[in-house]
């Protein structure tokens, strides 16, 4: 094994602000997916809510198939221009031609257009995503400055997040306008961010030449390695449940909001929530630092179970309070975003200390796959139900389903959201026991010498 590059190479400041930037355009998809999607597939191009749902189980399950091989391609794969920024180029071209589909459909698209063009933009992000968090774990071994590249790709998602807020916000002040008419101006954003954020990172950010072991991939090895890992088995089980939890209230947000408490423009309030996230950065990065990152993850869990139970409790006209519970919530978006990844990144020195080898991709792949299946449950689920219950889509006002879609947008996802706080007050992988293992990685690595173990 050769030790062609140091550990933990330097990189400065305006390098974590390239190498975050990034997230950017990727931070506007998420939002304008899960919120304005279902309106415009159903609402103006009338297709059906529940196989819009089980559309986006089906595409996020395809992920079970693609996750794995790129995450095991950007580890083994090593062309002379970088075995992680290389898949900015093909992810990039990808994206494009996803977004451009499923964002700009036209009159009289079926469901095969819509599973196909979603399933595009999934495979898209993957391409970018999975080797992007796999070169973020790489770039430092320090656990606290992992933290601090997490919190900075993380702000530039936010920052993301706040823009894909602001051009609906202004787009549904324009009379007539429609959630197809805010999809396609969020889509010509995309065009222009990403090509440029991913072309500054390409460029100017360092790629670490990490050692590989030149052996067939073993899939039963893999899996045995990754199921001995126990700190990385909570970590994925955390995000799981919380992933369901938090996309399952996410995805029913517009409806909620519209036909419930009677919100006239849920732009404004998503703009305020994602700004309080971005403010709430550094407190985030400070208290992990502090009390330790499983610790402040549970923190942010919890308050964000107890402001989605008291959602139960507003009333019609109620925007003040919707506001308010809306607000606190966004307090702790950034610590839930920044936290579980930097977590990741430590678990893989596990492995690392065992076997000397960096399978990043590998590790960033199975929390990936995991993800997303949390992705699809709380993304298709809630349309399941509400579809279950004859809910109208297109605006509703009978008590039952209107009853239905309160206790799927409040208590639903405070129980989940419970159940992950519980399980991350678990987590054992401290700063004090990472020490010892970085110690220990180093301790073995200056044992190996230059040649190829």
């Given at each position: 094994m ?6 933990d190479?330097?990189i400065?400041f ?5 190498f975050?930037?990034v997230q950017?355009?990727?931070g ?7 919120i304005?999607?279902?309106p415009l ?5 009338n297709l ?7 559309a ?6 395809s ?23 290389v898949?900015?180029l ?6 494009l ?10 009159p009289?698209?079926?469901i095969?257009?819509?599973?196909l063009?979603?399933?595009?933009v ?7 995503q ?5 070169w973020a774990?790489?770039?430092?071994s320090d656990?606290?400055?992992r ?10 998602s ?6 894909s ?7 549904l ?5 429609t959630?197809?008419d805010v999809?396609?101006a969020?889509?010509t954003f995309?065009?222009?961010?990403l090509?440029?954020c ?20 073993d ?6 390695m990754l ?10 089980t955390?995000?799981?449940?919380a992933?369901?939890?938090e996309v399952f ?13 009677g ?9 305020l929530?994602?700004?309080t996230?971005?403010a709430?950065?550094?407190f ?13 993850l ?6 964000v179970?107890?402001?989605?139970a008291?959602?139960f409790?507003v009333?019609?006209g109620g ?19 920044i936290?579980?990844?930097?977590m990741?990144?430590d678990?893989?020195?596990i ?10 991709g ?19 689920l809630p349309?399941?139900i509400?579809?279950?219950v004859g809910y109208t ?17 409040s208590?639903?996802?405070?129980v ?9 007050w678990?987590?054992s992988?401290t700063?004090?026991?990472?020490r010892a ?6 301790a073995r ?8 173990a």
């Open positions: 050769t030790r062609s590059a140091a550990i190479p330097a400065g305006w390098r974590i602000v390239a975050g930037s950017l355009p990727l506007t998809i998420g939002l304008p997916i899960a304005y999607l279902a597939y159903s609402g103006q191009l059906s809510l529940q196989m819009i749902g089980v986006l189980i089906i595409a996020r399950l992920d079970f198939v693609t996750d794995p091989i790129i995450g095991i391609l950007s580890d083994r794969w090593r062309p002379s221009i970088g075995r992680r920024r898949w900015l093909f992810g990039t071209v990808t994206m031609a996803g977004v451009y589909m499923l964002f700009r459909p036209t009289g698209v079926d095969l257009y819509f599973l063009a979603v399933s595009l999934y495979f898209g992000f993957t391409l970018i999975l080797p992007y968090n796999a774990a790489e770039l430092s656990y606290d400055l933290t601090r590249i997490s919190s900075v790709s993380q702000f530039f936010i920052l993301g997040l706040i823009i807020t602001l051009i609906p916000a202004y787009v002040l324009q009379p007539g306008a959630s197809a999809m396609a969020i889509s995309i065009f222009i961010a090509p440029v991913a072309a500054i990172a390409f460029f100017l950010v360092p790629e670490p030449a990490a050692p590989i072991r030149k052996v067939p991939f899939l039963r090895s893999a899996l045995r199921g001995s890992n126990r700190a990385f088995l909570l970590v994925t955390v995000v799981l449940i992933t369901i939890g209230r996410q995805t029913i947000t517009i409806f909620f909001a519209r036909d419930v408490v919100v006239s423009n849920i732009g404004i309030i998503y703009f929530y994602f700004l996230a971005l709430l950065v550094p985030w990065v400070w208290l992990a630092k502090r009390v330790e990152k499983h610790r402040a549970t923190v942010a869990f919890v308050i179970a107890i402001t989605n008291l959602m409790f009333p019609v925007t003040a309070i919707f506001t308010a519970l809306f607000l606190l919530k966004g307090t702790c978006y950034g610590g839930v975003l936290l579980p990844n930097a990741v990144a678990t893989v020195d492995d690392t200390a065992e076997s000397l080898d960096r399978q990043q590998l590790f960033f792949a199975a929390i990936a796959m995991v993800q997303k299946m949390g992705y699809a449950l709380g993304a298709g349309l399941l509400l579809g279950a889509s297109a605006g509703e006002t009978r008590a039952q389903p209107l009853f239905m879609l309160t206790i799927s947008y208590f639903i996802p405070c989940l959201v419970l159940i992950a706080a519980a399980l991350s678990r987590y992988l700063a004090e026991r990472h293992i970085r110690g220990e990685i180093d690595l200056a044992t190996v010498g230059t040649g190829e």
